[in-house]
């Protein structure tokens, strides 16, 4: 099956990386590298520079606390910021070899972990950057470092070819490591946007089958009718032919019979190719994705328009499978937790699309705050949560994936303080989810670029049939 480019569009991937994953990894380097230089100097005897050691590693410690409380656990680091982040481990890395003897310390192995993270989740480009920071300043802690020396003043160190040998195998390591990494790497997100383009394909075309299916049905309802009003219309016919102004209404009565069976029979085909389901206002898209949970007990309140001064006609945007069930999933999600009421806002300006859902429920608990959109977790406070309900947090880990490979940037808050516990019936205090696009990234343009959508493949059933007057 061959899926278009301009149906499918590619998907945006999601920042890769977790904050958390780099936290967890810091604190395990902090610990080995405090446990070395403690076995060093008890056991071995080393003079180490304790001070500038305890420095650079304490320099690691104040990172990590400033991580851990200003962002939450499940923040996806952009590349720049995972970059920043291997950068400066690479540093304090070498910056403790630098103190603790050079390639001498058999830890020097250490600085390929750095490299090899960023071949798994970062770009090529950024990673032959790192690379090459990495194998500079290794040579540089190979020629100029402390050397590492004991209570006697005796100097431990490699003979000076072992020492060169050392090198070589990092560099190499380096080399080897980043460019396997990244080759597996690269094969795995091709073979997974591959497989996300085609669950997309399948699920348009599982629609496409759906109106194939009601078509068919349609027709074969309307068959008989239509052949029955053919028949009487012939028959009148043959009767009336000496009555000539009664004779023209009767034939176009046939032909409109006959134009309506021909419509049933190429709205299948046609469908497929109308680019009105492929575009569509982004109010029309909300409804929609909305629509099955409007009948569930639960008012749903839309508000849609523009922000400040910006063009008042709502700009049209893809209807894309994943924004379509992201919303839905959403908008279910609210409905679920909602005392009442839900509101669906939507609001654009000339750079943004911004959809905003709130509830009047509890809202989410402020334990669970900082992983929302991770799975099997607990999304809102116990009280909020309705009788049999069991939910795992799927549905919300699956919108915010779904809206941010549509290019979503998705934000969670609560409408109200958390020390404010009672809930209050058609007020806006619940949870508040928003999901903001860029026009470019959601498929919208300025209204002074909206061009026509174009000629749809024709209906193969003549022209139209003109009114009788009279």
Known sequence: MTVETDLVPRPIRSNLVRLRTLIVLRWFAICGQLAAITVAQRMFDLDLNLGLCFLAIGASIVANLIAVFVFPENKRLSENQVAGMLM?????????????????????????????????????????ILGVITIGLISFVALWHLPLRTDMGFIMRMPQDFVWGFWIAIVIGVIFLGVYAGRVTTEVH???DALAATQMALAREQKLTDLGGVVAAAAHEFGTPLATIKLV??????????????????????????????????????????????????????????EPHAQRGKDLHYDIAPSGGS??????????????????????????????NVWVDVFWDDQEITIRIVDDGSGFSSQMMGRIGDPY??????????PGYDGMGLGLFIAKTLLERSGAEMTFANGREPFEEAAVAGTRGGAIVEAKWTRERIGATGQADRVALGENIPFPIGTEAPLKEG
């Open 88 to 128: 400066f481990d690479i540093a304090q890395l070498v910056f403790l070899l630098f103190l603790t003897g050079g390639l001498n310390n058999p830890f020097a192995l250490l600085v390929l972990a750095p490299v090899t993270i960023s071949a798994t989740t970062l770009t090529t480009r950024t990673t032959a």
């Open 190 to 192: 091709a073979m997974s």
């Open 233 to 290: 219309s012939s028959e009148l016919a043959e009767e009336l032919k000496d009555r000539p102004e009664l004779l023209e209404d009767i034939e176009l009565i046939r032909e409109q019979a006959d134009r309506c069976r021909d419509i049933l029979r190429s709205m299948g085909q046609a469908g497929k190719d109308d680019l009105h389901m492929r575009h569509a206002p982004v109010g029309a898209v909300v409804r929609e994705a909305a």
């Open 311 to 340: 063009d008042p006609r709502q700009p049209v945007i893809d209807r894309r499978p994943e924004i379509i069930h992201g919303i839905r999933n959403l908008v279910q999600n609210a409905v679920d937790f909602a005392t009442a």
């Open 377 to 386: 977790v607990s999304r809102r406070r116990p009280s909020s949560r309705r």
